[in-house]
């Protein structure tokens, strides 16, 4: 990724390489019959290696070299029928609980085992009412940990529309600030709870077309984000600033002026999102194939967070700081071929400044990305069996899928806020990435 923005008078240019291996296998088969139906489960590992290097940096700090992050983890997942249609219960139609877990261990911050459960009802054929919990574990970007320690000086007129001292009648410091910004190595994982409950019906009269509404509330604990003004700062974390001996204008009972504060990441106390998903999806079958169409956007009603744990939780913030979110694709299936487009599109988003002068508080660009996909199941072909007397690679190739596939076809980078940040819900910083998945069935 290649941009330019503005952290002092002179722009930084940061070229950042990343490089991620995976490498992982599973196998999924039927455990045993319920009078519901079949139990399936899935079983599988996965070894992940990433390293960031920052190659040609000028201007600004350069940073350093990051470590290497190993990951490994071990996963199941399991659909456990307990009811459906041909046992002929009246508003139990189908009535199926589904059970997963996830067990990773990081070579830098250790390990978390994170469960989901689901349950899915269905009182009649056309209708279908869901619901699931789950929890998360996210580690902080190696950047976000391992980047050198800089420290940039900046006039505090730059900075006020940050917000003034409370400790110092509500003025704007005198003088200038030294920020300390880089990366933080005490930044902890991020925890997490999901919740949903949603409804799914199809449309009358119109054979394979559905749509779907779903409500969510997510929340985090020790989630990544930074505290975006000073009285912010002053009033919830105060254990980031420097002050300074008082001035001999000083009025009784003020602070010292703040001369230096620490702008690094730091862990939320808590936040929590709440708000709905509304979908549509098409299904048809055709001569030429099957046909899929799906679209869903999202729609957040309330954003909330608590900086430190003393700090009050804030109110509902205003919908421009929250991206609007759209997913849409398409994909066709014939025979042993399938295939897939799909779009993602982000909307803009407002972001708050920490140096006017340089540039001011604005919406930060909408962007979007493509990705594809194309597969192969040689368990659809008629000539592909794998019994006695079949050729070497056709035994070899029976019962096995290949899809290849490319996130962000066109390589674009995400775009940047005024505050430098990447704006990466839609795209990875990681940019154009290439996945080839092998399944064996058994």
């Known amino acids: 990724m290649l941009d330019e923005f503005w952290v002092n ?44 290097s920052f190659p040609e940096s000028r201007g600004g700090a350069v940073w350093g070299a990051i470590p290497q992050r190993d990951i490994t983890s071990v996963f199941a997942e399991t659909k456990v029928p307990l009811i459906s249609a041909k046992q002929g219960i009246p508003l139990l139609n189908q009535l199926e609980l589904g059970l997963a877990a996830r067990v990773e261990d990081y070579s830098d911050v250790g390990g978390a085992t994170t469960p989901r459960y689901s349950v899915a009802w269905r009182p009649a054929k056309a209708v279908l009412v869901r619901a699931s919990f789950g929890e998360g574990f996210l580690v902080p970007q190696l950047y976000r940990t391992a980047q050198i320690t800089s420290f940039t000086t900046i006039a505090w007129s730059a900075l006020a529309s940050s917000g003034a001292d409370p400790a110092r009648g509500n003025t704007v410091n005198p003088g200038s600030v030294t920020v300390t910004g880089g990366g933080n190595p005490g930044l902890k994982p991020q925890k997490s709870e999901h919740t949903t409950y949603g409804i799914v019906g199809d449309v009358p009269k119109v054979k394979g077309l559905s749509v779907s509404a779903d409500w969510f509330d997510n929340k985090y604990t020790d989630g990544f984000g930074s505290i975006g003004t000073i009285t912010d700062r002053v009033l919830y974390a105060p254990q980031t600033i420097t002050r300074g001996p008082n001035l001999p ?33 098409y299904r048809r079958t055709t001569d030429w194939g099957s046909i899929s169409f799906t679209s869903s956007g999202e729609k957040f009603l309330r954003d909330e967070q608590r900086v430190v744990p003393s700090s009050p939780l ?31 599109y982000g909307g803009e988003y407002w972001a708050d400044t920490t140096n006017a002068t340089l540039a001011p508080s604005r919406f930060t660009d909408a962007t979007s990305r ?47 806020d005024v505050r430098g940040f990447v704006s990466s819900s839609v795209i990875d910083p990681r940019l154009r990435r290439y996945v080839l998945d092998l399944t064996l069935r058994f």
């Open 249 to 281: 204008t000083d009025q009784a009972g003020w602070a010292g002026p703040i001369t230096a504060y620490d702008g690094r990441a730091v862990n939320i106390a808590s936040s929590r999102a709440v708000g709905y998903n509304v979908g549509l999806r």
């Open 370 to 416: 493509w990705d594809v996909a194309v597969g192969y199941d040689f368990a659809n072909r008629s000539d592909m069996g794998g019994g006695k007397g079949a050729s070497w690679w056709r035994r070899a190739l029976h019962n096995t899928k290949w899809r290849a596939t490319i996130i962000n076809v066109f390589d674009k980078e995400p775009p940047l």
């Open 314 to 344: 804030t109110a509902t913030i205003n919908k421009r700081y929250r991206p609007m979110r759209v997913t849409t694709s398409l994909f066709w299936s014939r025979d042993a071929w399938d295939a897939g487009l799909t779009h993602l």
């Open 9 to 52: 008078p002179a722009p930084t240019v940061l070229r950042d390489l990343n490089e991620v291996w995976t490498y992982s296998a599973q196998v999924d088969g039927r455990l045993f019959s319920l009078p519901g139906g079949d139990v399936h489960a899935i079983l599988g590992t996965e070894l992940r290696e990433e390293y960031v």
